[in-house]
């Protein structure tokens, strides 16, 4: 089976602290998303990536950046959290266009 | 405009009932399609992929229009246990998601 892994299930920071999310793969994937999913608002997509060191701009990458250092992990990164990126943030891996899920991470900016 | 758009819902619809979502795309280089089921505070799951030829899981039947870059699922026999989100996603250079379609079984 597919693993995705997110480093956190729930997350309180500060307004202003720098944020880190995790999430790990173990089925070799060459894609990798991070999506945040709001209520009325569905999923969307925020950065990708298709390989390592490459990642190409979502929907909404405004307040956020993307580090894909190695194939399995894939990290997102709040340089200055605000509290409008208080929401569920979930990542995946797919492989011919099917998406495999983290558990997600569900931050609370305060 | 979104890439995809979904029915707005909630859709409220008895047992037994049978019920159809629809969904429009619009990047004709989409390659792959699929329905994805989303249960509340869980993460989305592969319900099943979507082929021009359409495709039937049990009481699940998706289609694809690629002319009019259009897909759809049909639920026969609403159960109880239906009730979820279910989403559109299109595949290909990046995975795209539609806002999803509530759906309510009541019994």
């Known amino acids: 089976d597919v693993k995705v892994t997110q480093s956190s299930r729930y997350l309180v920071k500060r307004t202003g602290e720098k944020v880190f999310l995790e999430c790990v793969q173990d089925?070799?994937?060459?894609?990798m998303f991070w999506y945040r999913q709001d209520p009325g608002l569905g999923l969307r997509l925020i950065y990708f990536?298709?390989?390592?060191?490459?990642?190409e701009k979502g929907d909404i990458p405004e307040g956020y950046s993307v580090s894909r250092e190695k194939k399995e992990r894939f990290s997102l990164i709040l340089e200055s959290a605000s509290t409008n990126q208080t929401s569920m943030y979930l990542c995946?891996?797919?492989?011919?266009?099917?998406?495999?899920f983290g558990q997600g991470t569900r931050l609370t900016v305060v | 405009r979104k890439e995809v758009e979904q029915d707005p819902g909630p859709f409220n619809v008895p047992e037994g009932a049978t019920v159809a979502f629809n969904c429009t795309y619009s990047?004709?280089?989409?390659?792959?399609f699929f329905w994805y089921r989303q249960d509340c505070r869980k993460e989305p799951k592969l319900l099943m992929s979507v082929y021009s030829s359409g495709n039937e899981d049990g009481r699940f039947t998706a289609q694809l229009n690629r002319a009019s870059q259009y897909i759809s699922l049909l639920i026969r026999d609403s159960k109880l246990s239906d009730s979820a989100t279910y989403l559109c996603?299109?595949?290909?250079?990046?995975?795209?998601f539609g806002a999803g379609t509530r759906l309510f079984v009541k019994a």
């Open positions: 996603v299109t595949g290909g250079f990046k995975t795209i």
């Open positions: 990536s298709y390989d390592v060191k490459m990642k």
């Open positions: 995946a891996s797919s492989l011919n266009g099917e998406a495999f």
């Open positions: 990047n004709s280089a989409s390659q792959s």
């Open positions: 089925m070799d994937h060459e894609n």
